[in-house]
């Protein structure tokens, strides 16, 4: 090899990995905000075309509310510049696909009674739209930064017993100082200001089981305990499993949260497979499952009055099965095209026919309006937020980062597919919330989080210095000739 | 970093099973937005049922000639409220008010007397598309209104009902229920709220709809349901006699140290399955049911109807052969209760609507046709005609027939005569069977009777049943006679 | 049908078409992307062989992938880890450009050394060549098919 360096010319200008910040185009990132835009915008006007008296006549086809669209349209533009100027080479999908999500969300705000929700602010009322665009302004700015800011994932790596510390405290902390509401502790007040944190205890639980998990993956993929035909994980570590289970179950008699626990236990099995890749695992959970729910349903009240009125709402359909028979309703009312946002929902004297519609049905209410065909884009959209996030684990460097983003894409996905079932009546009926779609602050906020967190963990890193360029054809034959 | 390539492949099955997971909830959503939505939007609680109910002009309800049962006037405000004309058929039309909501016909086609949704799937789907989207519909009914009247005249001040089926379609031509009351009152904004105290609170529960809402216990007419079960499992053939008969007769009948009596009048001999319905003989029919078993009693009872769902145009309640706690075949809590089921007494109870379902059954040589009250819509869009429908072939034609021969010596024969008198009508061959249902204590028992006519060539079945009327030949049994002859007279031209 | 109905249900069905159009230029993204990948197999371009680590970090004698650029050092975010009190956070990187290999040295506090010799800036490295972060040595190598 030539001690005198490179036979290329000059020292090639290696871009630092670490080094400066150098604006980089996001081309497909920008197409696909643009199909954003533009469908919010018309289902905007469809909004305020249906917002308007029938018989007026259509003048002109302005949006509802341009204000809200305006500043969240910006929001987005905001964000994708951002991120342009950072330069990084972070997914350019993601950010559309939840700013779609969260579009039609605003738009269903929009389209509900802003008097469900009241915040005063000094002397103006804030509705129900005002409110959400609030949080999501906050949730894409919280994104955003996060996508440009974290360069490392040290702090989440290396110190998982603290963040499994910080989450039990979070968690003993709403069961004794939570403010109960319908008979469930959540909500942890402090003045003005109240979140739910068992949202953000899913965050936690993901970045302490991929700390985990990576670290202690290879003997829970090769060593077992064997009870007869079947190969148990190793005893030791076994015991966090049945922990896991325990404290699941524990959150639904305590604290009431079938949605939570529920939640928590499926993307626990669900990681737990993807670091082993032992289907053995999954089933002795599944069976762990099956016992805790059937306990659960014999013991617990609200358990068995949960699981009765999901195998057959029509039973008592003005009293305890209410919400999941207006809900189904809602949805047979939309049929395949919908009845058109803002063309739905019947009033029964005057108030909306499904009770909790803005946090737990919003998935029933965009069913009516936007019809089967809608519902399954929907779906559609939740599918590939899903599968960015769990592409960005098979690609990641390490076990850490490849179970962190996998158990992120998890937790947006499992939440989703649990209260959309829940509507549907596919399980019964929990009070969790449906990701970027929903109200509610916390719920917005931590979702944030989690898509701020995939984007850092997307980080392409620098690109490939491009091959030296070769001299033409006829310079490499002179140069051959010459010597 | 060594593992990698695994972690990349659990991912790929974890990604798999999120989609296939997905994949049933678009299924799901596919399900209750397209394959069950034509009959969620017509539940009568739906908000937009409620909601168009308020704004648009019904459809009219006609009887089988046409005249008008239902229909909409406006009051001052020019807000639509519902006129019904005919005070008889109110347990059947019901009502539609807007401060109490809708009961009977009202109710349960709601969604079509509002033109909300069309039995055609496309059109639905087109209707968004129109201005005027709702096109309510007329209903038709099989009710014939002078049928009626002469029902609910018959049964006069009792408690009691009348249910008139065609057993050849299932046709309903009269379904009465007494005492009545006025849903025009309750309709009336006017006089909304004396209406319905009125209705709710008099005595005799007025919007209780005992054709198909009331259960009784059967008494003899529940005989029939034995016979049918009996025959139709092969435990009997209409010729089997029971050897221990006639004594039992005389001295009764002993099941399990129970003893079960005759009733007066019956003669103490041996005698097979039409003497047996002609007397109306308890011993018989206990032996009957023994022979035959639990099992086939409920099996055949439910064929009839019996324990489930119906599928008929208002709500009707299941009757039962029993309760079911018990461990016997059938759910009998032993023999002694099969024996009581087997004539009518013990753990059954039953809607007149049911027991007309098996005289019809009877009468339709062993085939039971759907039984329906609306043969037609009629809308802008076209009428639609309801057909008649078979449910299921309960027995065979021969087995039917043999039954239809002991119906009607039970009231043509010698003996028949005695206990069913004034069944009969002059020129053709009826065929029937009264019923006592004793209650236990003092007080009237209740007094049934079913039966068809003409016997060759039936066309027409009837349940009475009048609430303590005494033996069934005192009430039930002329009034039968009296409609029967009363539906040749008008209806049958 | 009016002329209202007709522009509301356009525009409404205009909306739920728009939402399939962002689906499909999804889908065409991420075929491209699956494209792309199938017509490059990713060449494996070169492996480290871990000939010395007093530390036990990497492992010694193990083989260690490399990407076309592979950064070394003590820091977790590292893609070799090296666990040596020499090393610093940020110690080397090495890449690949055109047909050879580069090592560069980060401003380590202790340098970089290939076959012994002192690395100042970039130097290139090639197959068999021996270069030594702290007390840890690492030999490039081909793969073998």
């Known amino acids: 090899m030539n001690a005198d360096g490179p036979s290329t010319p000059a020292a090639p200008a290696l871009p630092r990995i670490l080094g400066p910040i150098r604006p980089r185009p996001r081309w497909r990132e920008a197409r696909l905000l643009a199909v954003v835009a533009v469908a919010i915008v018309v289902g905007s006007v469809s909004l305020a075309l249906a917002q308007r008296a029938p018989d007026a006549p259509p003048g002109g086809l302005e949006p509802a509310e341009p204000f809200h669209l305006a500043v969240y349209l910006g929001v987005l533009f905001l964000a994708h510049l951002a991120q342009v100027l950072a330069g990084r080479r972070t997914d350019q999908i993601l950010l559309p696909a939840v700013g779609l999500l969260g579009g039609i969300s605003l738009l269903l705000m929009e389209r509900l009674p802003q008097n469900l929700v009241v915040q005063t602010l000094g002397d103006t009322d804030l509705g129900l739209a005002d409110v959400q665009l609030v949080w999501l302004v906050l949730s894409i700015a919280l994104a955003t930064t996060l996508a440009i800011v974290v360069r490392s994932d040290r702090w989440l790596r290396l110190y998982k017993y603290t963040w499994a510390a910080a989450g039990v405290a979070l968690l003993l902390m709403t069961f004794v100082l939570g403010t109960e509401i319908n008979g469930q502790r959540l909500t942890l007040s402090f003045g003005p200001v109240s979140g739910q944190p068992s949202e953000l205890l899913k965050v936690i639980l993901v970045v302490f089981l991929a700390g985990y998990l990576s670290e202690n993956r290879s003997l829970l993929v090769e060593q077992s305990t064997r009870v007869g035909p079947i190969s148990l994980p190793p005893l030791p570590y076994l015991a966090p499993m049945v922990a896991m289970w325990a404290i699941a179950l524990g959150i639904v008699v305590v604290q009431r949260d079938l949605g939570a626990a529920l939640l928590f236990f499926a993307v626990f099995l669900l990681l737990l497979y993807t670091a082993t890749g032992r289907p053995g695992y999954v089933v002795l959970g599944l069976i762990l499952f099956v016992v805790g729910a059937f306990v659960m349903y014999q013991l617990v009240d609200h358990v068995r009055t949960r699981v009765d009125i999901w195998l057959d709402p029509f039973a008592d359909p003005s009293g305890a099965g209410y919400q999941v028979v207006q809900s189904l309703y809602a949805f047979a009312r939309g049929g395949l095209l919908g009845t058109g946002l803002g063309g739905g929902l019947p009033l029964i004297s005057g108030r909306l026919p499904i009770p909790a519609i803005q946090t737990d049905f919003p998935l029933a209410a965009l069913g009516e309006e936007l019809g089967l065909i809608g519902i399954m884009a929907i779906l559609g959209i939740y599918l590939v937020v899903i599968e960015r996030g769990l592409r960005i684990g098979a690609a990641a460097r390490d076990d850490f980062r490849a179970l962190l983003a996998s158990g992120l894409a998890l937790v947006v996905g499992v939440q989703a597919f649990i209260i959309a079932a829940g509507n549907l009546k596919l399980i019964p009926l929990t009070g969790i919330t449906l990701p970027f779609i929903s109200y509610g602050g916390s719920s917005l906020l931590v979702n944030g989080i989690v898509v701020g967190l995939l984007l850092a963990l997307s980080d392409k890193g620098v690109e490939p210095p491009p091959p030296p360029r070769q001299p033409g054809r006829l310079a490499r034959l002179a140069r051959r000739a010459a010597g | 970093m060594m593992n990698r390539r695994p972690v990349s492949r659990s991912i790929a099955h974890v990604g798999l099973t999120l989609t296939v997971a997905f994949g049933v909830l678009a299924a799901g959503a596919g399900y209750w937005q397209v394959f069950r939505s034509p009959d969620l939007t017509s539940a009568a609680d739906n908000p937009a049922v409620i909601a168009a109910a308020r704004n648009v002009v019904r459809g009219k309800i006609l009887d089988r000639d046409g005249k008008v049962l239902a229909t909409t006037r406006r009051d001052d405000n020019g807000d639509p409220y519902r006129v019904y004309p005919e005070r008889s058929v109110s347990p059947v039309v019901g009502y539609s008010s807007r401060r109490f909501g809708t009961a009977g016909l009202e109710r349960s086609y709601a969604a079509e007397l509002v033109g909300l949704t069309d039995p055609d799937p496309i059109r639905n789907l087109l209707k968004k598309f129109e201005t005027d989207p709702s096109d309510p519909k007329t209903l038709t009914l099989s009710l014939s209104l002078p049928l009626q009247k002469a029902a609910v005249r018959g049964l006069g001040s009792d408690r009691g009902a009348v249910v008139m089926i065609d057993p050849r379609t299932g046709e309903v031509l009269a379904l009465a229920s007494t005492p009545t009351f006025d849903a025009s009152a309750i309709a009336n904004p006017a006089t909304e709220e004396q209406g319905f105290a009125a209705a709710r609170d008099g005595a005799g529960k007025p919007l209780l709809n005992r054709a198909t809402q009331g259960r009784y216990v059967p008494g003899s007419v529940f005989k029939i349901v034995t016979a049918i079960a009996a025959l139709g499992s092969g435990a009997i053939s209409p010729t089997t006699t029971f050897p221990n008969q006639s004594r039992a007769e005389r001295d009764g009948l002993v099941v399990n140290g129970f003893r079960i009596r005759e009733h007066k009048g019956v003669p103490v001999r041996t005698f097979d399955l039409a003497h047996a319905t002609e007397v109306s003989s308890n011993v018989f029919f206990a032996l009957v049911g023994l022979k035959t078993g639990g099992a086939n009693l409920t099996e055949y009872a439910a064929k009839l109807g019996f324990g489930g769902d119906i599928g008929f145009d208002l709500p009707v309640a299941p009757s039962q052969v029993t309760n079911g706690n018990g461990d016997q075949p059938g759910g009998f809590v032993d023999d002694v209760e099969l024996a009581n089921a087997s004539y009518g007494q013990g753990e059954t109870f039953v809607t007149p609507f049911q027991m007309a379902l098996v005289a019809a059954t009877v009468a339709n040589g062993g085939e039971l046709m759907r039984p329906h009250l609306v043969t037609a819509l009629t809308g802008r869009s076209g009428t639609r005609t309801v057909a008649p429908a078979s449910l299921r072939r309960v027995i065979t034609q021969e087995e039917a027939a043999a039954i239809n021969v002991a119906m009607v010596r039970a009231v043509e024969g010698p003996l028949g005569r005695q206990f069913t008198p004034g069944a009969d009508v002059p020129g053709m061959t009826v065929a029937g069977k009264s019923g006592t249902a004793e209650l236990g204590g003092s007080g009237e028992p209740h007094s049934w009777f079913i039966g068809f006519a003409p016997a060759n060539d039936p066309q027409i079945a009837i349940a009475v049943l009048v609430e303590r009327g005494g033996r069934g030949a005192e009430r039930a049994v002329p009034l039968g006679g009296s409609l029967l002859k009363t539906y040749f007279d008008t209806v049958a031209k | ?145």
């Open chain 3, 1 to 145: 049908m009016d002329g209202f109905t007709v522009t509301i249900w356009v525009v409404r069905i205009l909306f739920l078409l728009l939402l399939y159009l962002f689906l499909f230029g999804i889908a065409r993204a991420l075929l491209r992307d699956l494209r792309a990948a199938a017509r490059e197999p990713t060449l494996e371009l070169g492996r480290l062989v871990v000939v010395a680590s007093p530390a036990g970090e990497p492992a010694p004698g193990s083989t260690l992938p490399l990407d076309a650029i592979t950064t070394l050092g003590r820091d977790v975010n590292n893609a070799v880890v090296v666990d040596d009190e020499f090393v610093s956070t940020e110690h080397a990187v090495l890449t690949f450009r055109g047909r050879t290999w580069y090592v560069e040295d980060l401003n380590s506090t202790n340098g970089t050394f290939v076959n012994g010799s002192p690395v100042d800036g970039v130097a290139p490295l090639g197959y068999g060549d021996e270069i030594q972060l702290g007390q840890v040595r690492l030999r490039l190598e081909r793969v073998r098919r």
